[in-house]
Structures are given as C-alpha cells and as structure tokens.
Nanobody, 121 residues
C-alpha cells in the first residue's frame, strides 16, 4: 500500500504564492506520472498539472504561466509552486501518482487526502 502525504496548503491573499508538496511512501517499486488536481465547492475535480517520470509537464490553461509542477524522484515527491494566486484558485488540492508496488504488479493510481488552498483578502 502507498501513502501520499500532502502539505503546504493554507490561506493566502490574491497575488500571493504557495508551494504544495506530496510525498509518497510505502510499497513502491516505481512511480510513473505524478499530478495535481483540485476540487472547488460544488464543482467537479479537475486536472491542474501533471509531470511524467522523464520530466515532461502539462498544465490546465487556467494555471499556465502561474503554476509550476516539479518532482524529486529520489524522494518520491511532487511539488506545485503556485504564484499570482487568484480567488478562483480556491479549492482542495489533491496529488495523484501512478505507482507499481512490485515489479510483478500492475500500475494503479494512488490519491492523497487533499490540502485546502484558500485565496482571499
């Protein structure tokens, strides 16, 4: 079993910055894609950004130029640097990883518990 622990959320004023972290631990043979998703009240969960094991990135149009996703493969950790935050970025942010627990097991998606980000003056 893999555990994902997120940190770094909080309350920030518009225009401010936050850095989210998500560390994976437990039974890990390999980690493939990692990503961040968010869910605002009354809305569906949406993709924010993803990063492959090779470092290729993909962003939602709404965050391009403001958010940067990165990863540290040695630490099994993915980060999301969020700059120029807007009130519409307010949501619970979740990390997701594609993980294989053993070489003989198939890859599956593991989710973190979520961390609240609130952008308000």
């Amino acid at each position: 079993q893999v555990q994902l622990v997120e940190s770094g959320g909080g309350l920030v004023q518009p225009g401010g910055s936050l850095r989210l972290s998500c560390a994976a631990s437990g039974s890990i043979f390999s980690i493939n894609n990692m990503g961040w998703y968010r869910q605002a009240p009354g809305k569906e969960r949406e993709l924010v950004a993803t990063i492959t094991s090779g470092g290729s990135t993909n962003y939602a149009d709404s965050v391009k130029g403001r958010f940067t996703i990165s990863r540290d493969n040695a630490k099994n950790t993915v980060y999301l640097q969020m700059n120029s935050l807007k009130p519409e970025d307010t949501a619970v942010y979740y990390c997701k990883t594609g993980v294989r627990a053993h070489w003989y097991r198939s890859e599956y998606d593991a989710w973190g518990q979520g961390t609240q980000v609130t952008v308000s003056s």
